[in-house]
């Protein structure tokens, strides 16, 4: 940890040291975060042609997504987490929602998300919209909280989880068959089999030394 990267506070109060308990005579108090890196398996996930998904919108999507995916893929809701990161990739939208193993090196359990031509995906989505059917004002430990996600509970809705991932319910195509890493799959409107119109994702399985995730 180095000083003047982090935010200095200053206190007048007496303190002792914590590792010896003898009394401090340091007044700049540095703020600092402990973290570690690791490599695992990671799957980002894009919604195609939302331009702008405000963080309200975004954090209630992301954990409405993650408890689905331990309800339907059978996980430990502790096995996997994700975060949002900016996109700045080609797709037409503002946020990336990245999912992944909370294991090192990485336990398999995001990449099933990739499985069946998309429909683990809608699965997850579905299971999704199910739980968000709650009647809370906004949200509760029944649909979104848990006490991992503390720090977002006030931003957490689950009428906005359920108006953006009811675009994503119903029949699915797969654009990019046969590639593992990549998939464009688009969910059609209505479920209408044959349309040409709907919406679409992109998933993206990320692995590799380069690829890491900080917690």
């Known amino acids: 940890l180095r000083k003047g990267l982090a935010p200095v506070i200053t206190t007048l109060a007496a303190h002792n040291k914590p590792n010896t308990g003898t009394p401090c005579g340091e007044k700049d108090l540095h703020k600092a975060i402990l973290c570690y890196v690791y490599n695992t398996d990671i799957v980002r996930i894009l919604f195609n042609d939302v331009p702008t998904i405000t963080p309200q919108t975004a954090y209630s999507v992301l954990y409405a997504i993650l408890g689905a995916i331990s309800v339907s893929l059978d996980v430990e809701p502790s096995d996997i987490s994700g975060c949002l990161r900016r996109n700045s990739s080609s797709e037409n939208t503002n946020i990336s929602f990245v999912i992944y193993d909370t294991v090192p090196g990485g336990a398999g359990h995001v990449k099933r998300i ?72 688009t969910f059609l409107e209505n479920g209408v089999s044959g349309s040409k119109y709907g919406k679409s994702v992109v998933l993206q399985h990320l692995a590799g030394p380069q690829l890491s995730a900080i917690v």
């Open 114 to 185: 990739l499985d069946n031509n998309g429909e683990n995906l809608r699965k997850i989505i579905r299971q999704a919209l199910a739980k968000m059917n709650c009647d809370c004002d906004s949200s509760c430990y029944k649909c979104l909280r848990t006490y991992s996600n503390q720090k977002y509970h006030t931003l957490l809705d689950h009428k906005k989880a359920t108006e953006f991932l009811s675009e994503y319910s119903g029949e699915v195509v797969e654009e990019v068959p046969g590639v593992v890493s990549s998939q464009k799959l």
